[in-house]
């Protein structure tokens, strides 16, 4: 791998976490298309981007600001699985598999921004 940000467990775990997320999006209704559908695939598609945009800066500072953007938007991945799972678009099953993922991945995203500093 070329890009360091490659090489880093985070940024290949919210790749992973992305696709998955995504493809459960499909599952969504129509009408969700311009809400809920496009507001998840955001979130969980900024988780990794900016894991990779942080990872090219010059600075720790940097990299944590970034890495903070990353939680925020899983935080806001999470709260779309909330609002998918109320509606019925998915599974509980579903639900918590995507929920234990995102919970993992949070711990290591603070523990990463945490080594850095």
């Known amino acids: 791998m070329r890009f360091k940000f490659e090489n880093l467990q985070i940024w290949q775990r919210a790749m992973d976490f992305g696709e998955t997320v995504f ?38 500072p940097e990299l944590s600001k970034f890495i903070g953007y990353s939680i925020r938007s899983l935080a806001e991945t999470v709260t779309c699985l909330h609002k998918a799972k109320r509606r019925n678009y998915i599974t509980e099953e579903q639900f918590e598999a995507n929920y234990d993922e995102a919970f993992n991945l949070m711990d290591m995203m603070v523990a990463f921004r945490k080594n850095i500093k």
């Open 23 to 60: 493809s459960i999006s499909t599952g969504f209704p129509k009408e969700e298309m311009f809400n809920l559908t496009s507001q998840i695939r955001r979130a969980v598609d900024s988780i990794a981007l900016n894991i990779s945009e942080g990872s090219i800066g010059q600075s720790n």
